[in-house]
């Protein structure tokens, strides 16, 4: 009954190997193939199918655990590698800037580099889209500026240094400026809104001169306007050509400055329907399409991908160069020294090399290839790359230019010299200085769906003939030297990977440049806005691991970092672009599908370390948060030299959209530190990894220190101008005499807002005795109790007329004006502050932008003159010009305003406080708003 | 999780194209949310409730990232409300993430054990039925790996046989998976007394008793296995024993059928195991050279760099076709071309041997078809004087392998070979010697030589 076999069965593992030829044996395992994968359910189809059981489970535990090939009850001490215990520990508990050295400054005298020798433009090919420009004519655009010429040496004093840190940066434009604020109050899904109205009714008014003035041009030149005009000199009649000349000062019907010239008033009101609705609809259509732009751009900054900040390391393992961009525009190249003294933190050494280019750098990369050291440069529309001598001096091998837009370039890591470089136009060309450029691949339309992004991106493979492609839609491996258009689809956004319903790759990377013996050198990123795949181009379209990584930004950042010790765990490091980094931990070595070998694991941000600056002003902690919240645009990692330390820390370095350089230590939670409790734990002990890591007195003066450089640049000047309507005959000598008066004032106190200083009393001068704040009335209860009272006794009626008479009497009347006058003329948040946000403190970090903009646009035009009325629904940083502006303006019939002021009471007025307006006399609505004047 | 944002791209009505547009064609953002939040659009304002439980999930998120595992177990006391939810939606999708969650926090938690894991999955199972199978199957392999073979096995059944609602094609191939784990349950158990059998004497009294234990699960695995392999798919452990246990049976034609099957079925993801596995099999079987040569061509075609490619060149050398001898020489140049595979000595030592042997067998032509789309490369991927330094740093074996590769190919003037000449290397300086005269007489660079 039972047939034997004469072979005895050993497990297979072993007698698999024993079948092999010895010298399998000798084999490198770096390319092993799993012998075993991961079971994996396999649908072809669109993403976004939910009928599929989705198999690749997503908690962190599971991807620890592989099947076992054979008996489990070995895996307990072999197969099963999960390390509870997978930590890196910051040395702080966020990142610090980084900081120049100051003692290490005659070290080493920082390297002076070489003007580029000119180098013969390579013959493009004829029908590539890029065209190859030497250095010679790139100096002739202006692209390409060596200041630093042969021997220039740097600037020797560190003060100068260290405020290259601190360019003036514009966090730009957020959801709040572009989307629409109000909408219908109970719809029950809101909808996402593009403002154009409010943006274009400020442009309008605001810009007026540039949205009129030319129409005017035009129609001066294309109409013939001189008639027998000399016969009628009437008053009531404007020449039309005067009016054309000056419609830079039209503004559109509801705007409060139409009307302080009558004629611009009068052209206002006979030209608005036609300058209003053909000048409008021309902008708003402009203006549409930008916001459009911008509110995607908002969406997903795609211009950064890869990162911009990489590490060459030097002649030592001590000392390398961070080679990123700096400056406002991002368009200066810094090579800066960085010296990394082991127990010390890293320093700056010296002043950066810099290269001028003419665009904003957008990637840089690195590579040392066989001994050489490669720098590759990517720019909206220009790619370069740059060769490290041997004096660690960048030299430029040749730039390109990319007419479409280039979206990628990525070293090789088999052949020095070698690049891939991809455009918006859909071409990925193979690049390298000897030979120039060959055309590898051109699709216009995305691989696998039709995509509207234009994004593409080149990588590397094991093979060095076989580049990835990628795009929005999935990753297509291409052989360079096969017959162009066919490939592989590596990774498709699709049912394949079990995607997500609008699920799209945001990056893909070659994971095979570490020549580590941890993973396979064929395993591929690829990360989408949920999840992050690993494929291996020897399976593609199944990927070897998904983990979903939950980054609340998108994700355009990623490094594998070297192994901590010979234990074969290799971090990976994930960016968000909005500063959240991550720790991965893949093991997958020899024959082993990859996987996560521990839970993942977040690192302090940037903003985790507001903490380590001293308390500041509100308005410079507002100015401190928002650059320490910019975008990350770049990551790099080295091992510090520790000769004697078992295992090896790593120092990080980030690299925020605002050019400012920071710096984090991390070290590995060794198994013995695990061990060492691993008996009876106490909960603090077990439990508590809340940061043990706490601030050094020297990393806050680090802190201070940089913070000083980042004050000292000055922000940006606000780029508004008055309108540019006269109204100098208008101005009566004694309006001109107080101009200057308050000029002056007003000069000290615009400076003292654009440096963001607090007022303080010698910048208003001599101050006069305030006005005591009015004794609080007797309260309602009181009248109420009184005229009970006198009611009661049956007088009533007496008690009425005389009250009749004392509010309508002269007692109160006189104080009315006045102190309205105080309050309109002040620079008190009442004017234009919601009364629900009274609650926030003046200092709420949200100042410029938050409230500035909450009222429509509308304004009756009947409405009044007062500075305050014209303040609202304009920007809070220029409500202060424009009330002074205001405040030359002639005084309104009516209107006891503004301009009624006498100077003294004005002055006193700055320190309104909320107080006063919680009187009950005083309140906004208490304003003559619906006077008529003016003749309206 | 029922993102706002996905409530935006929802069904999209006449007045809301207009959003869909602008949150950018088909692309979804999860960062949406927060930005949108930032600007009060109208709509629906988020309920207390909706907003604590919300804000409760990322606490644990954030506490798990930190691996502060007690923190988040305290969190996730509090974020069992979520089941309580009046949104039927976030109701539904709540017993997933805390299963997750949840799993997670146990799994790493040090205090926590196998019994707190067990109760908590036997407990997450039965709220909302939805999951049952999911939680079951993670649950058998949280117990596997734990060693707990009997307990997985029985969970495995229970689920097997869980009934609820009607049956989804989605549940079939869940129900599939759990049978085949099963399966696979029952191949250990299976293999382990057959490791028992095979230390047992033919005359022991108890080896009868063994063998017939041993036969007995036999059908059982094989029908639980047989269903899911169908399913295309990568099914690498579950073929694997499968195939192992017909083989043990004899049923040979129904291995190979299930292995061939596996390795050719178009609906398959083109595996390398599936052929791996065909390859070894034919080799058990001792099956003709032909055959063997056949399925290794189609996994040449996958993965040029695997390590059987170097068995492949060794049966393709031996083999009488011409045709055979000529792939024998592309498999060699394949394997060379990858980046992992630069230093693997024997693939370097048999190219210089055949290399040899292919211009001494008069076949320049061969020579020439691979050198031609790898001249402008080769040189500078493997022959460049950085290698040639190190390399001979390194494995000076692997130096001289190379070297001869490339004079033979490159001509005597090339810089690796000139470097490895000029060593003087006492052991190797004979064989330095021959490996000059012969790229004297063959190199591929003078083919005057060469006829």
């Known amino acids: 009954m039972m047939k034997f076999r004469a072979e005895p069965w050993r497990p297979l593992p072993a007698s698999s190997f024993s079948r ?51 008996q489990p009850q070995n895996s307990e001490n072999g197969a099963l590698h999960v390390t509870k215990d997978l930590l890196w520990e910051p040395a702080t508990p966020g990142p610090l800037p980084m900081l120049p050295s100051l003692i290490g400054e005659g070290l080493i005298p920082p390297g002076s580099f070489h003007t580029a020798p000119p180098i013969l433009p390579a013959a493009p090919t004829p029908d590539t889209f890029l065209s190859l420009l030497s250095l010679c004519s790139l100096r002739a655009l202006g692209c390409l500026q060596l200041p630093r010429a042969s021997g220039c040496t740097p600037v020797p004093s560190p003060a100068l240094s260290i405020t290259t840190s601190s360019d003036p940066w514009d966090p730009g434009l957020t959801a709040r400026d572009l989307l629409f604020r109000g909408g219908y109050r109970y719809r029950r899904r809101p909808r996402i809104v593009l403002d154009v109205t409010e943006q274009i009714s400020r442009f309008l008014w605001d810009h007026g001169d540039v949205a009129f003035a030319p129409l005017g041009k035009l129609m001066l030149e294309n109409f013939k306007l001189e008639g027998a005009g000399s016969r009628t000199k ?33 052209f206002s009101i006979l030209g608005g329907p036609i300058l209003g609705t053909s000048v409008a609809s021309h902008l708003a259509e402009l203006l549409h399409e930008e916001l459009v732009l911008r509110w995607e751009q908002l969406l997903l900054d795609e211009a950064c991908t890869g990162g911009a900040l990489a590490w060459v390391p030097g002649r030592t393992p001590q000392f390398g160069q961070l080679v990123y961009p700096a400056g406002g525009a991002l368009d200066r190249l810094h090579f800066q020294e960085v010296v990394l003294s082991p127990g010390d933190s890293p320093q700056f050494l010296g002043n950066p090399g810099r290269i001028q280019l003419q665009g904003p750098v957008r990637q840089v990369v690195t590579c040392t290839v066989q001994g050489e050291t490669l720098l590759a440069v990517r720019s909206d529309y220009h790619c370069a790359v740059w060769k490290f001598g041997k004096q660690w001096q960048p030299t430029l091998l040749q730039a390109m230019q990319v007419e479409k837009g280039a979206t990628g370039i990525s070293l090789s890591p088999h052949l020095p010299g070698e690049l891939a470089i991809c455009s918006r136009s859909g071409a990925v060309c193979l690049w390298s200085p000897e030979d120039g450029l060959q055309q590898v691949y051109k699709d216009p339309e995305t691989l696998v769906f039709r995509d509207s992004s234009s994004w593409r991106w080149a990588d590397f493979t094991a093979h060095p003939r076989v580049l990835t492609v990628g795009d929005r839609t999935g990753v297509k491996m291409v052989d360079t030297q096969g017959p162009p258009g066919c490939g592989l689809l590596l990774f498709r956004v699709g049912a394949e990977a079990s995607c997500q319903k609008g699920e799209r790759v945001l990056l893909t990377q070659y994971l095979g440049h570490s020549s580590s013996e941890c993973l396979p050198p064929t395993l591929h990123l690829v990360c989408t806005q949920f999840s ?35 234990s074969c765990v290799q971090p990976l490091l994930l960016g968000g672009q909005g500063g959240q980094l991550q720790l991965l931990h893949l093991a997958g070595e020899g024959a082993s599908v990859p996987r996560l070998a521990g839970p993942p694991q977040s690192l302090p941000s940037r903003t985790d370390s507001l903490p380590a600056f001293p308390l500041l002003e509100p308005k410079i902690q507002w100015r401190l948060q928002e650059r320490l919240k910019a975008p990350t645009i770049g990551l790099a990692a080295v091992v510090p030299p520790l000769l004697s330390a078992p295992t090896r820390g790593l120092v990080l370095f980030q690299l925020s959209a605002a050019g400012d350089v920071f710096y984090q230590q991390l070290r590995p939670q060794t198994d013995s530190d695990h061990h060492r409790d691993s008996g009876p734990r106490s909960d603090t ?11 050094t007195s020297q990393d806050t003066a680090g802190c201070s220190q940089w913070l000083k450089a980042l004050l000292k640049v000055p922000l940006a000047p606000p780029v508004w101008t008055a309108p540019t309507f006269t109204h100098r005959q208008l101005l009566g000598s004694v309006e001109l005499r107080r101009e200057e008066e308050e000029g002056q004032r007003s000069d000290v106190l615009r400076k003292a807002m654009a440096q963001g200083r607090l007022l303080l009393q010698r910048d208003l001068g001599s101050l006069p005795a305030a006005e005591p704040p009015p004794a609080p009335e007797s309260g309602p209860e009181d009248k109420l109790s009184e005229r009970l009272g006198e009611a009661w006794a049956g007088r009533g009626a007496a008690w009425w007329e005389r009250q009749q ?21 002040s620079f008190s948040l009442s004017g234009h502050v919601d009364p629900s946000e009274d609650t926030s403190p003046p200092h709420s970090p949200e100042w410029p932008p938050a409230d500035a903009l909450p009222q429509p646009p509308v304004t009756p035009p009947s409405q009044e003159l007062t500075p305050d009325a014209c303040a609202q629904g304009v920007p809070a940083e220029r409500q202060q010009m424009l009330r002074d502006y205001m405040a030359k303006l002639p005084p309104q019939r009516g209107t006891p305003g503004c301009a009624a002021t006498p100077p003294s009471s004005q002055a006193s007025s700055v320190w309104t406080t909320r107080s006063q307006q919680h009187t009950p006399v005083l309140s906004g609505s208490q304003r003559p708003r619906k006077k008529p004047r003016m003749g309206f | 999780m029922s993102d706002f944002s996905e409530e935006l791209k929802g069904p999209v009505t006449d007045d809301e194209v207009e959003t869909s547009v602008l949150t950018g064609a088909g692309m979804h953002f999860p960062w949406l949310q927060t930005y949108v939040e930032t600007v009060a659009i109208g709509g629906k304002r988020k309920k207390d409730f909706a907003q604590t439980t919300s804000a409760c999930l990322s606490f644990i998120q954030e506490a798990l990232l930190k691996h502060q595992w007690q923190q988040a177990a305290e969190y996730m006391y509090s974020y069992f409300q979520t089941l309580e939810d009046s949104d039927s939606y976030k109701r539904q999708a709540a017993p997933e993430i805390i299963w997750k969650l949840g799993s997670e926090i146990l799994f790493y938690h040090p205090k926590s054990n196998m019994e707190t894991f067990n109760t908590f999955a036997d407990r997450m199972k039965n709220i909302g039925v939805m999951n049952y199978l999911k939680i ?16 997985a096995k029985r969970n495995l059944s229970e689920a097997e046989t869980w009934r ?18 099963k399966g696979l349950l029952q191949y250990y158990t299976w293999s382990k007394k057959k490791m028992e059998l095979s230390k047992l004497d033919k ?28 399913i295309p798919g990568v099914w690498d452990p579950f073929v694997k024993s499968y195939v192992e246990m017909l083989e043990f049976y004899g049923d040979r034609d129904g291995a190979q059928e299930v292995l061939t099957n596996y390795a050719y079925d178009e609906k398959f993801p083109s595996n390398p195991n599936a052929h791996i596995y065909l390859y070894n099999f034919l080799k058990r079987q001792k099956a003709p050279r032909s055959k063997m040569i056949s399925v290794l061509k189609i996994l040449y075609q996958i993965v040029p760099s695997h390590k059987l490619m170097l068995e492949f060149h060794t049966l393709l050398r031996k083999s009488e076709k011409e045709e055979h001898r000529k792939l024998g020489l592309e498999v060699l140049f394949g394997v060379l071309d990858f980046a992992g595979c630069t230093k693997n000595i024997t693939a370097w030592k048999y190219l210089a041997k055949y290399l040899k042997k292919t211009l001494m067998g008069n076949h320049l032509a061969w020579v020439q078809d691979e050198w031609n789309s790898r001249k402008n490369w080769w040189p500078n991927f493997h022959f460049s004087y950085f290698w040639a330094k190190s390399d001979w740093k390194e494995d000076t074996a692997l130096a001289c392998e190379k070297a001869f590769v490339a004079g033979l190919l490159l001509g005597k003037g090339c810089r690796y070979f000139r470097y490895i000449l000029k060593q003087d290397h006492q052991i190797l300086g004979k064989k330095i010697k021959r490996m000059k005269r012969s790229v004297k007489k063959y190199s591929i660079v003078n083919p005057r030589l060469s006829y």
Request: with cysteine.
């Open chain 1, 20 to 70: 092999w030829p010895v010298w399998c044996l000798v084999l490198i395992s770096g390319m092993d193939f799993p012998r075993s994968l991961r079971p994996a359910l396999f649908m072809t189809g669109p993403l976004g199918l939910s009928d599929i059981p989705d198999l690749s489970f997503m908690c962190s535990w599971q991807h620890a655990l592989t099947v076992p090939e054979t």
């Open chain 1, 685 to 695: 002990e077990s439990d508590c990894r809340a940061p043990t890591a706490s601030w």
């Open chain 2, 136 to 151: 079951s199957l993670q649950h058998a392999l949280y117990l596997l790996h734990h060693g707990m073979l009997k307990d």
């Open chain 2, 203 to 230: 005359d022991d009294y108890a080896y009868n008793a063994v063998a017939q234990d041993v036969f007995n699960h036999s059908w059982k695995t094989s029908a639980n296995i047989s269903a899911l392999i169908k």
């Open chain 1, 532 to 566: 992050l795949y690993l494929v291996d181009e020897r399976l593609p379209l199944v990927p070897m691991l998904k983990w979903n990584h939950g980054l609340p930004s998108p994700l355009l950042l990623a490094r594998l970092l070297p192994p901590p010790r010979p």
């Open chain 1, 234 to 266: 009437k008053t009531t009649v404007v020449s039309v050509k005067k009016l054309l000349q000056d419609l830079g000062g039209h503004q559109p019907w509801g705007c409060p400055w139409a009307y302080l010239s009558n004629r611009q008033r009068r």
């Open chain 1, 805 to 825: 008479g004392r509010t309508s009497g002269p007692g109160r009347q006189p104080r009315r004006p006045k102190r309205r006058t105080q309050l309109s003329s």
């Open chain 2, 164 to 181: 609820h609602g009607e049956n989804t094609s989605s549940r079939g191939i869940l129900i599939n998976l759990i049978q085949a784990y």
